[in-house]
């Protein structure tokens, strides 16, 4: 009953940009965090970045001073702004809610489809 619409994704030069979206719909009651992972290839699934609803945030080491996550409550939609991006940022990001459908429901994972970002060398 929730669904996640990722965006934003494609191919840039190091050191260009990017900004991902991603909005959840369907039966949410309340959200306490999204998060963006990724995976590239031969590698582990890693977070990427994490902001819960009263706005805390936290980063890998690797993105920490070029990316930045934000949130709009209101939309239930997450961002993350990619800058100076290079080819070791080259994976699927899959955006992450943790949320509830009702008030007495425990809260769970929720995954996006994954979008592609390439960064060319």
């Known amino acids: 009953q929730v669904q996640l619409v990722e965006s934003g994704g494609g191919l840039v030069q190091t050191g260009g940009s990017l900004r991902l979206s991603c909005a959840a719909s369907g039966r949410i009651f309340d959200i306490k965090a999204m998060s963006w992972y990724r995976q590239a290839p031969g590698t582990q699934r890693e977070l990427v970045a994490s902001?819960?609803?009263?706005?805390?945030?936290n980063y890998a080491d690797s993105v920490k001073g070029r990316f930045t996550i934000s949130g709009d409550n209101a939309r239930s939609t997450v961002y993350l702004q990619m800058n100076s991006l290079k080819p070791e940022d080259t994976a699927v990001y899959y955006c992450n809610v943790v949320t509830r459908t009702t008030l007495l429901t425990p809260f769970r994972n929720y995954w996006g489809q994954g979008t592609q970002v390439t960064v060319s060398s």
């Open positions: 902001i819960t609803s009263t706005g805390t945030t």
